[in-house]
């Protein structure tokens, strides 16, 4: 299955919203309840999701919506110097085991690294999701380490795997 990235359209949010329903829908590890999809219905007619410090594509997959990528900048330091971007994935339950995670992160990598001055890239997991370890680790990420008690999801806290890529030098 080849995954392909493309903005965000009206059209799409919809389908987005309704897939990103219920827990089956985004899966074990990325399910915080009921969110509003208000927000990036709002985003997509003021700048089509893709500004200066975040963003999001739909993963499209031979003319499905497969999910959504997004980026947002993380500070480290001084905003200006000290800045790197923190990728996330949501991918609909048909699409996952194929390859289409590793391939989607692989892209908004290679774009963000085409398209911007970041230096660095980070993503996260939950300790237990070894499928995202492994897309990420394909993708060409490294594991840097464990943020204990990193994320509050379903009444409780879970330890996260932080994961980067760094910009090749030329």
Not at 22 to 46: A, I, L, N
Not at 84 to 99: D, K, Q, V
Not at 111 to 131: G, P
């Amino acid at each position: 299955m080849r995954a392909r990235l493309r903005p965000i359209r009206e059209s799409d949010i919809n389908v987005l919203e309704e897939e990103a329903a219920t827990p089956e829908g985004v899966g074990d590890f990325q399910w915080f309840g009921y969110r509003s999809f208000q927000k990036m219905r709002k985003r997509v007619t003021e700048d089509g999701c893709i500004g200066p410090d975040s963003g999001a594509f739909v993963v499209d997959v031979e003319g499905s919506i497969a999910g959504w990528v997004s980026w947002v900048k993380h500070f480290w330091g001084p905003e200006d110097t000290s800045w790197s971007w923190t990728i996330g994935i949501i991918l609909f339950p048909e699409f996952r085991g194929r390859g289409v995670g590793t391939a989607a992160q692989k892209e908004l990598s290679d774009y963000l690294f085409s398209h911007t001055l970041a230096e660095r890239i980070q993503a996260s997991t939950d300790i237990n999701n070894v499928a995202e370890q492994r897309a990420l680790e394909k993708a060409g990420f490294q594991k840097e380490g464990v943020l204990r008690r990193a994320q509050w999801r379903m009444g409780r806290w879970y330890d996260q795997i932080l994961y980067s890529a760094i910009r090749e030098r030329c």
